[in-house]
């Protein structure tokens, strides 16, 4: 259950009918599954849509925080995966979980989509709305999975110029340091001081503290 | 999260209905709770004062039964007589009532509040007295009725700052942001952008933030502590909480291995990953398999690692606090609402088994009270005071004032709403000035360590530019007179960060010899920093900090806390309090099993399209989980507590009994704490009880 107003999920019920994730078949649920090097994770969706708008009218969706307040209301629908909405580039895109997926989660059309859309007020020409097949695992899962990086930020108090030079010493220096406390093993642990009693071991300080 | 979140209510049940006098606050008339206590109005009764240990107010009944309520939030429900077959044999046995725990909301007058009253008055202006006001700046924030993203105003009403909004549709919305002009004129100072993340998991592009979430390249500050939800599971039923499935709803409760790639999502972030992990739910000990989970966010390579809980199965199976402590566990983020029975009726006498199992585990405490005006804003001083009393094993406490997430009616909002400044002040009242007010500096203050480090180095370090209002800190050293003193009073804080920052602006473009140059002049000046005759007299600080920045030994801050107790205040945003600028800069984030990286407070603020909705895509139908899980049911997993059996526990009796009030000492300023809680009748100690742990 989500956190919207029951009668706003009644409302939705009269107009897009029951939820379609109200009776699950066990096939359905082995399903809502993925082995990603032997092992097995859920993935609740596989091949769903992405539909693409462009050439939206700018007056209707009047600013930008009236285009970020509708595509949250996008993104209140259970079966509306990700949303985005550009004000200035007069597009948007909606990934969701069409009816003929193959999963046991709430769907919805793309007719109910533009539906809702025209009651918000954005109107869609067909010509200007491209619907493709979106793979959520490659193409969502595995992107938000161990991001590449897009930019390269240098610690303080260095310039970008001084840290693209310094970068590869430093890292030598941290690599060395590494190894060295690496080979430092037996030895190292034979004369390594006695770490910092933690606190609750017992034990009784200077000041009568215990710890 | 423990606590931190109060929900006025169920989904359906409040229509906010802000009123300011003059009728410009209005928006909706009606709470359909048909007075269910939702807090609208409908409901005529007062908060109970105390009369009575868990906050029913009922004393009678509290006599009774041995200081417990006779069947309010505490759990007991008083007694039930059921019959119970024993082979052929059928008998009729007393047991306790079984009430799901903390399930009853407290109730709390919604009677117009007195205007003239100062804690008050910033909401009841008119539109033109609050347009007068002087403006400290302004953000971006959001309409709480229907989400529109608007301009906010930080303006300055007499001693509080606060916030005001106006939305096209629903008119405008007023609320305090910061109870202490002064303090914010301090915290701000020092306040910085940090670089955010280089590699961010979801290319929002962030305009439409906070509707862009994922995180995005706009965000300014990495992971400074990672959330993981391990289950939504929970054996309590706390009234105001919406992260656990209530009866019939999914269950959310991912596998070991689905954990573990989202621990390695977290370390893999650029250029400086999660290093510190809270393993959170629901009651994350909840999950049958903790001990693999933690060992795996070991394996992960968190430094740190915090389990969120209530200590309540911690404390009934000590074995298992050596268990998770041996996997890794270094820190027990135990919620604990009050010293007394009425402000904490959530695990009041589960925490002094709670602490004894860390003691012998040797796991460090950090308590978490979530301190709401009018409900336990009386026994800050008090928490601190039994923090100092348990400073074996309770490293911090750290303060959470109140997130009033959801729609509320102003009136009850009012009453409720309490700010970081708001709680600092209360403690320093309560503690008889010893814990003042200049003694807390808000988080970024601590930036200017990590820069210097990071400046001569070259290396990253952790990096807290959290936004200045959202969290406050300070350090409380128990000197062996019994003398407690802050950190303050020894150390010129802000002398040692401005220090630093010039350092760290000399550095900018030089080289290596001039970098080290400039590092050691530093260091040399930091010893006037530190005021020696007032340092407590067991710890030499000028050694310590020189071990920090030049060694970069940060194992030296081990012995600093064995003396110490952190004071920490985490101050979570709500619709009403929410600023943009704050969320863009958040350290507290949420990892989930899509991927996605949220912060605290767009995860939390907007659940319908953040927590409970990639939650839901994730979670098991309840039907399937019962059907996965044989032999399981909803009910099974709630905890009914015996009050009668805890109360004669020796751990409960030695812990609320034989506490020093620091406070009523001399030397701290010879006043008692408010609600000191040595409150268990000496006729409730010398009952022939047999103690035996709760099963």
């Given amino acids: 259950m989500d956190r919207r107003e029951n009668s706003i999920l009644e409302e939705e019920k009269k107009v897009y009918g029951p939820s379609t994730a109200d009776s699950i078949s066990e096939n359905q649920t082995e399903k809502g599954y993925i082995t990603e090097n032997g092992v097995k994770v859920r993935l609740p969706y596989r091949m769903i849509k992405k539909v693409t708008i462009t050439g939206l009218d700018q007056k209707e969706l009047i600013d930008i925080p009236h285009t970020a307040r509708l595509q949250y209301r996008l993104l209140l629908f259970d079966a509306v995966i990700k949303a985005k909405i550009e004000f200035v580039k007069k597009r948007m895109y909606i990934i969701y979980n069409n009816p003929e997926a193959d999963n046991a989660k709430e769907k919805m059309s793309l007719q109910q989509l533009t539906d809702f859309l025209a009651k918000e007020g954005v109107h869609i020409k067909p010509e200007s709305t491209k619907v493709e097949d979106y793979d959520y695992y490659k193409q969502y899962y595995s992107t938000t999975f161990f991001p590449e990086s897009i930019r390269e930020a240098p610690p303080y108090g260095w310039t970008r110029e001084q840290w693209a030079k310094e970068k590869i010493r430093v890292q030598k220096l ?15 642990k034979l004369f390594k001081k006695k770490s910092e009693p933690t606190k609750a071991s017992g034990k009784t300080n200077s000041i009568g503290q215990h710890f | 999260m423990t606590g931190q979140s109060y929900h006025p209510g169920d989904e359906n049940e409040v229509r906010a209905e802000a009123s300011l006098n003059e009728g410009s606050l209005s928006a909706g008339d009606s709470c359909g709770c048909g007075g269910k206590g939702c807090g609208c109005g409908e409901t005529e009764a007062a908060m109970p004062s105390g009369k009575s240990g868990c906050g029913c107010g009922n004393e009678l009944e509290a006599e009774a039964s041995g200081g417990c309520c006779g069947g309010g939030s ?31 909301r407290p109730e709390v007058s919604d009677a117009p509040s007195d205007a003239m009253d100062p804690i008050y008055a910033p909401y009841h202006r008119t539109m033109e007295e609050m347009e007068s006001m002087p403006v400290i700046e302004r953000t971006m924030t959001v309409c709480p009725e229907c989400k529109l993203i608007i301009n906010g105003t930080i303006y300055k009403d007499g001693d509080n700052v606060m916030i005001r909004k106006f939305c096209p549709e629903h008119k405008w919305a007023v609320e305090k942001y910061w109870e202490d002009y002064d303090m914010y004129q301090k915290m701000k100072r020092y306040n910085y952008f940090g670089r955010g993340i280089d590699n961010p998991n979801w290319r929002g592009g962030g305009e439409n933030c906070p509707f862009d979430c994922g995180i995005c390249e706009r965000h300014h500050t990495h992971t400074g502590l990672a959330n993981v939800v391990v289950t939504n599971r929970c054996h309590l039923s706390c009234w105001y909480c919406f992260f656990y499935a209530k009866e019939g709803e999914p269950i959310y409760e991912p596998s070991v291995d689905e954990l573990d790639k989202i621990f390695r999502n977290l370390k893999s972030a650029k250029p400086i990953p999660a290093n510190a992990l809270q393993i959170t739910g629901g009651e994350p000990m909840m999950h049958p398999k903790i001990i693999e989970v933690v060992k795996r966010a070991k394996a992960a390579g968190f430094d740190q690692i915090q389990l969120n809980t209530t200590g309540i199965i911690l404390g009934q199976n000590p074995d298992t606090a050596v268990e998770i402590r041996k996997a890794g566990v270094g820190t027990l983020y135990m919620s604990y609402d009050g010293v007394s029975k009425r402000a904490n009726p959530k695990n009041h006498w589960e925490a002094p088994l709670a602490l004894d199992a860390c003691r012998k585990a040797k796991i460090g405490v950090v308590l978490v009270p979530t301190v709401i005006r009018s409900i336990n804003d009386h026994e800050l001083g008090s928490i601190i005071n039994f923090a100092l009393n348990n400073s074996d094993v309770v490293r911090a406490v750290n303060f959470q004032p109140v997130s009033l997430v959801g729609r ?70 128990l000197d062996s007179d019994n003398k407690i003193i802050p950190v303050t009073r020894f150390i010129d804080v802000a002398g040692l960060v401005e220090t630093l920052q010039r350092a760290v602006d000399e550095m900018q473009g030089k080289g290596r010899l001039a970098r080290k140059a400039i590092a050691v002049k530093t260091l040399l000046g930091l010893p006037k920093l530190i005021d020696k005759k007032n340092q407590p007299k067991s710890v030499n600080f000028s050694k310590l900090l020189t071990s920090i920045l030049i060694k970069k030994d940060f194992s030296s801050m081990g012995a600093l806390q064995m003396k110490s107790i952190f004071l920490g205040m985490m101050h979570f945003q709500d619709e009403y309090t929410y600023d943009i600028h704050r969320v863009e800069k958040c350290d507290i984030h949420y990892a989930m099993p899509d991927g996605q990286v949220l912060p605290f407070c767009t995860f939390n603020v907007f659940p319908e399209v953040y927590r409970d909705k990639i939650q839901k895509q994730y979670s098991i139908p309840a039907k399937e989980w019962e059907t996965s899980h044989k032999g399981w049911n909803y009910r099974a997993d709630k905890y009914f507590r015996n009050v009668k059996e805890l109360e004669a526990h020796p751990l409960y009796i030695k812990t609320y009994t034989q506490m020093k009030d620091y406070f009523a000492m001399p030397v701290n300023g010879g006043k008692g704490v408010a609600n000191f809680a040595n409150e268990i009748p000496v006729t409730a100690i010398t009952q022939k009880v047999q103690p035996k742990t709760p099963a």
């Fill in chain 2, 74 to 104: 505490c759990g007991c429900g008083g007694e039930e007589e059921i019959k119970v077959t024993a082979g052929k044999a059928q008998v009729q046995v007393q047991v306790p009532k079984q009430e799901e725990i903390n399930s009853k």
């Fill in chain 1, 174 to 188: 941290k690599e060395k340091m590494e190894r060295k406390t690496a080979h430092s093993g037996i030895i190292g």
């Fill in chain 2, 408 to 477: 509320m009616p102003t009136r009850l909002r009012e009453k409720q709403r309490i700010s970081i400044p708001g709680a600092i002040k209360l403690i320093e009242k309560q503690t008889n000035g010893v814990v003042a007010k200049e003694d807390w500096f808000s988080v970024p203050y601590t930036g200017g360590i990590s820069k210097f480090v990071e400046a001569l180095s070259g290396e990253f370090k952790y990096d807290l530019s959290i936004h200045f209002a959202c969290g406050a800190a300070t350090y409380l050293f």
